[in-house]
């Protein structure tokens, strides 16, 4: 029996130093999540050493014990695979590297066209091909499918003909990655609140992309604008900064690109379509050597049961606003002047601006989390001080689920929600719209 512990003693000894040596040499922005770990086996290390030393008795109630929270950690590993749909072991055609070769297959297949939209150094559409259906991406166990509206959005053009009830500004979650027509977000408050809303979602967009994306494409404002603040917009925003066409729509208030004439639009689209067309000439083969095996590395590593219970104790040492987050403090200021921006064009306009906070993937108890822990603060503190409507998904998360794999991609727990979770999100819009009415 001694030889059983001795030899967890060990483990735990060398686990706890594996793990110290991995945050030291981790990047910046990730330090303190793998030392965060090394502390539950510090804490073996202590409980295992003392029962090293007790009698025969003890050390045998150890060992069932310890089996017990085993098999329970597994048996619940084993639930949040199931439960998420997530496979132990997968093809090449499972994998994101293969994800380009059957992409175009299906493109082909549905005689479809690929979610491209074109930036350049003097012209930016903000959007992709206008009028048609487009393959967007695979997140689950299928490729998205929408149709385009006649700016290239992921609408149905006829929400372009009417009273315009609310604007839903935003990334990739607006956009609709990686659900299929009906199933992202805005589709969801047409449904559930019988609303015309326009979906302004495009993938990879910060602040200064979506700001512009409204003033170009918006003449009649509407009733409410909600933008959906991503917790990587600050890293998009920072790229967006450098570029000189879109920093003419900080530096002039009335610059624009006209980018609703048809004229532009037909050049818009002839650009995307050479794009389109480059792309599906490209020869790409299935890469054979993708790891089969990695979800299953994963499972045997207890990798969801970590986050848990490392989510469990996140608050343990994060304090709401003690935290040096120099690393985006200025950046975060560019965000304050252009939400500014936009609240003085809605306020003149009668519109209202609702702040939408949907939470990212982090490595709890590192540097990033501490930084999106106090630019959360800040953003929630900045937007009473303007008395601007909030509605804080990850803390109605937090109220209604333990983890929410069921809420999210298969392929992308903790990134892009799935339609239910698409679903959860639409229902709080509603929900706060109800309220105010």
């Given at each position: 029996m001694k030889k059983l512990i001795g030899l967890l003693i060990l483990i735990s000894l060398l686990s706890m130093v594996f793990l110290i040596v991995k945050d030291f040499k981790a990047i910046?922005?990730?330090?303190?999540?793998?030392?965060?770990?090394?502390?539950?086996?510090?804490?073996?290390?202590?409980?295992?050493?003392?029962?090293?030393?007790?009698?025969?008795?003890?050390?045998?109630?150890?060992?069932?014990?310890?089996?017990?929270?085993?098999?329970?950690?597994?048996s619940f590993e084993f639930y949040l695979f199931k439960s998420g749909g997530i496979k132990f072991f997968t093809t090449g055609k499972d994998h994101w590297q293969n994800d380009i070769v059957f992409h175009k297959k299906e493109i082909k297949k549905k005689n479809a066209f690929s979610p491209f939209s074109l930036i350049n150094e003097s012209l930016i559409s903000f959007s992709g091909l206008s009028n048609v259906k487009v393959?967007?991406?695979?997140?689950?166990?299928?490729?998205?499918?929408?149709?385009?509206?006649?700016?290239?959005?992921?609408?149905?053009?006829?929400?372009?003909?009417?009273?315009?009830?609310?604007?839903?500004?935003?990334?990739?979650?607006?956009?609709?990655?990686?659900?299929?027509?009906?199933?992202?977000?805005?589709?969801?408050?047409?449904?559930?609140?019988?609303?015309?809303?326009i979906n302004l979602g495009w993938s990879n967009t910060?602040?200064?992309?979506?700001?512009?994306?409204?003033l170009e494409y918006i003449e009649n404002y509407p009733n409410y604008i909600f933008w959906v603040y991503y917790e990587n917009d600050l890293d998009d925003l920072k790229k967006e900064l450098n570029h000189k066409l879109l920093k003419n729509y900080l530096l002039d208030e009335d610059f624009r690109q006209n980018l609703r004439s048809e004229e532009k639009r037909m050049e818009i689209d002839k650009l995307i379509l050479e794009k389109h067309f480059n792309y599906m000439k490209e020869s790409h083969i299935i890469d054979t050597r993708v790891k089969s095996y990695s979800n299953f590395i994963n499972f045997l590593k207890l990798y969801k049961t970590r986050q848990v219970l490392l989510s469990f104790f996140k608050n343990i040492t994060f304090n709401k606003n003690n935290q040096n987050s120099s690393y985006y403090d200025n950046l975060l200021n560019e965000y304050f002047f252009i939400f500014d921006k936009l609240k003085k064009r809605a306020d003149k306009n009668n519109s209202k601006i609702v702040f939408v906070y949907l939470p990212a993937f982090k490595y709890y108890f590192s540097n990033k989390a501490k930084y999106f822990k106090n630019i959360k603060f800040k953003l929630i503190e900045k937007m009473n001080k303007e008395n601007v409507g909030i509605i804080d998904i990850e803390k109605k998360l937090n109220e209604?689920?333990?983890?929410?794999?069921?809420?999210?991609?298969?392929?992308?727990?903790?990134?892009?929600?799935?339609?239910?979770?698409?679903?959860?999100?639409?229902?709080?819009?509603?929900?706060?719209?109800?309220?105010?009415?």
């Open positions: 910046e922005l990730n330090k303190g999540y793998y030392l965060a770990q090394s502390y539950f086996f510090l804490i073996f290390f202590i409980f295992s050493t003392i029962v090293f030393f007790s009698n025969k008795n003890i050390q045998i109630y150890f060992i069932l014990i310890l089996g017990s929270i085993i098999c329970a950690f597994y393959v967007h991406c695979k997140e689950s166990d299928f490729f998205s499918v929408y149709d385009s509206d006649r700016y290239g959005f992921n609408n149905p053009d006829h929400v372009w003909d009417r009273h315009i009830d609310l604007v839903i500004l935003g990334d990739s979650f607006i956009h609709g990655n990686c659900v299929n027509k009906g199933d992202d977000i805005t589709s969801q408050v047409r449904k559930i609140g019988n609303l015309n809303a910060g602040t200064l992309k979506q700001y512009a994306r409204f209604k689920f333990i983890l929410p794999v069921h809420l999210y991609a298969k392929h992308s727990f903790g990134q892009h929600f799935n339609e239910e979770g698409y679903k959860f999100v639409a229902e709080n819009i509603i929900e706060y719209l109800s309220n105010k009415d």
